[in-house]
């Protein structure tokens, strides 16, 4: 081999050395940025939630009106600043008198996949419970819904034991504001005394994924005594629209401080639901520290 011929070879070898390793630390450097890279960065906090990460996302008052702080635990599966109707009020809320802290929710529960082998097929006289066809059909037995129920139930109550120590700069009170899933994880946890009550609970078209939860979530929800803000928007997830009718009925009667259901027909898909969901929370927060200042 010629020394031109040799000296392009090792180059090569050299070149494709160096863009290897290039590739390699932009791929590590690229894990380690942050999703909210967008944000700054004392906007972004990291908490330990069991073993792994989790983000805390906290926005401090705009203005001199200072009333406290709105926690804001979105549905399952989302992230802590999502687009849409969760990153519209973790902003506009600030400027209203409430600072923010929005915690990431646990991860959806994902719809499982499987096949029935022939052999596995009931046989007629086997006995075997045959659900109806007016079910739906079972995707999880109890005692694995059951496991999956206690683990995204420990992921929220961890998250939010952390959020005295990162709420201490926001005195004042404490508004929680949830979405769909996130919602009913969020009663069924209330109602079991497993989180603080806050002293204002704001709930967008609550519901539980599991027909039974569901079905319990309205009453669970009125024997909460905190002042419970319960907004319906019709694009609302239909276990939510099943429960809309019976929520309300089952509320505290005549006790605008206690129990106040609206009902939007906007979709909160649009930016102009966005405005109005804002303006209910802002109206209901400002009734309740009248009445308890």
């Not at 006289?125 to 059951?146: A, L, R, V």
């Not at 005195?171 to 009663?187: D, H, N, S, W, Y």
């Not at 401080?257 to 979709?267: F, G, H, K, P």
């Amino acid at each position: 081999m010629s020394l031109i011929r040799l000296f392009s070879f090792r180059f090569m070898l050299i070149s494709l050395a160096i863009t290897t390793a290039s590739s390699t630390a932009w791929a590590e450097d690229a894990d380690k940025v942050s999703k909210y890279d967008y944000l700054p960065s004392d906007e972004v906090i990291s908490i330990d939630v069991g073993e792994q990460k989790s983000e805390v996302l906290i926005r401090s008052w705009v203005g001199k009106k200072k009333l406290g702080a709105a926690i804001m635990f979105a549905n399952t599966g989302m992230d802590a600043d999502s687009a849409g109707l969760q990153a519209f009020l973790r902003r506009e809320l600030t400027h209203t008198g409430w600072a923010t802290i929005s915690i990431t929710p646990p991860n959806s529960v994902m719809t499982p996949n499987f096949a029935t082998s022939p052999e596995e097929v009931a046989k007629a006289g086997e006995g075997k419970e045959i659900q109806k066809s007016s079910e739906p059909t079972q995707q999880f037995t109890d005692e694995n819904w059951q496991k999956i129920r206690e683990k995204q139930e420990l992921f929220v109550v961890t998250s939010m034991d952390q959020l005295d120590a990162l709420g201490k700069p926001y005195p004042g009170k404490r508004m929680l504001i949830t979405t769909a899933q996130g919602a009913g994880l969020t009663i069924s946890l209330l109602s079991k005394n497993q989180l603080p009550k806050p002293d204002i609970l704001v709930v967008i078209n609550p519901f539980m994924r599991q027909i039974d939860e569901n079905q319990a979530l309205p009453k669970l929800l009125a024997e909460l005594e905190i002042p419970v803000l319960d907004i319906q928007s019709r694009d609302g997830h239909r276990a939510s629209l099943d429960t809309v009718k019976i929520r309300r009925e089952l509320s505290p009667h005549n006790s605008p401080y206690r129990y106040s259901q609206q009902l939007m027909s906007l979709n909160l898909t649009q930016e102009t639901a966005w405005q109005t969901c804002l303006e209910l929370i802002e109206g209901f927060a400002q009734r309740i520290n009248k009445a308890y200042p």
